[in-house]
């Protein structure tokens, strides 16, 4: 029974907690960075103005190690 108790109870914190992450303020760069600089598979977005109207860089990170490329795309403004 208490360990019932004690998964409920973590488990109603953890819900507690999901819509301040799906809520989080998206961060936006000024410039690209370098290559290599990125994680692979990290997101960032960078507003450099080379995106039309309304849009940002999205880029994926990639591996130099690997070989895997940096993806780079214009998206709709996440916010």
Same mark, same amino acid.
């Given at each position: +029974?208490? +360990?019932?108790?004690?998964? *409920?109870?973590? +488990?109603? %914190?953890?819900?507690? !907690?999901?819509?301040?992450? !799906?809520?989080?303020?998206?961060?936006?760069? &000024?410039?690209?960075?370098?290559? %290599?600089?990125?994680?692979?598979? &990290? =997101? *960032?977005?960078?507003?450099?103005?080379? !995106?039309?109207? %309304?849009? @940002?860089?999205?880029?994926?990170? %990639?591996?130099?190690?690997?070989? =895997?490329?940096?993806?780079?795309?214009? @998206?709709?403004?996440?916010?």
């Amino acid at each position: +029974m208490k +360990m019932r108790t004690h998964i *409920v109870a973590t +488990m109603l %914190g953890l819900a507690a !907690c999901l819509p301040s992450v !799906c809520q989080a303020k998206v961060e936006y760069l &000024k410039e690209e960075p370098p290559k %290599g600089a990125i994680p692979l598979g &990290k =997101i *960032v977005y960078v507003d450099d103005g080379t !995106c039309p109207s %309304g849009e @940002v860089k999205e880029i994926t990170g %990639g591996s130099l190690q690997r070989s =895997i490329p940096r993806q780079v795309r214009c @998206v709709k403004r996440p916010d």
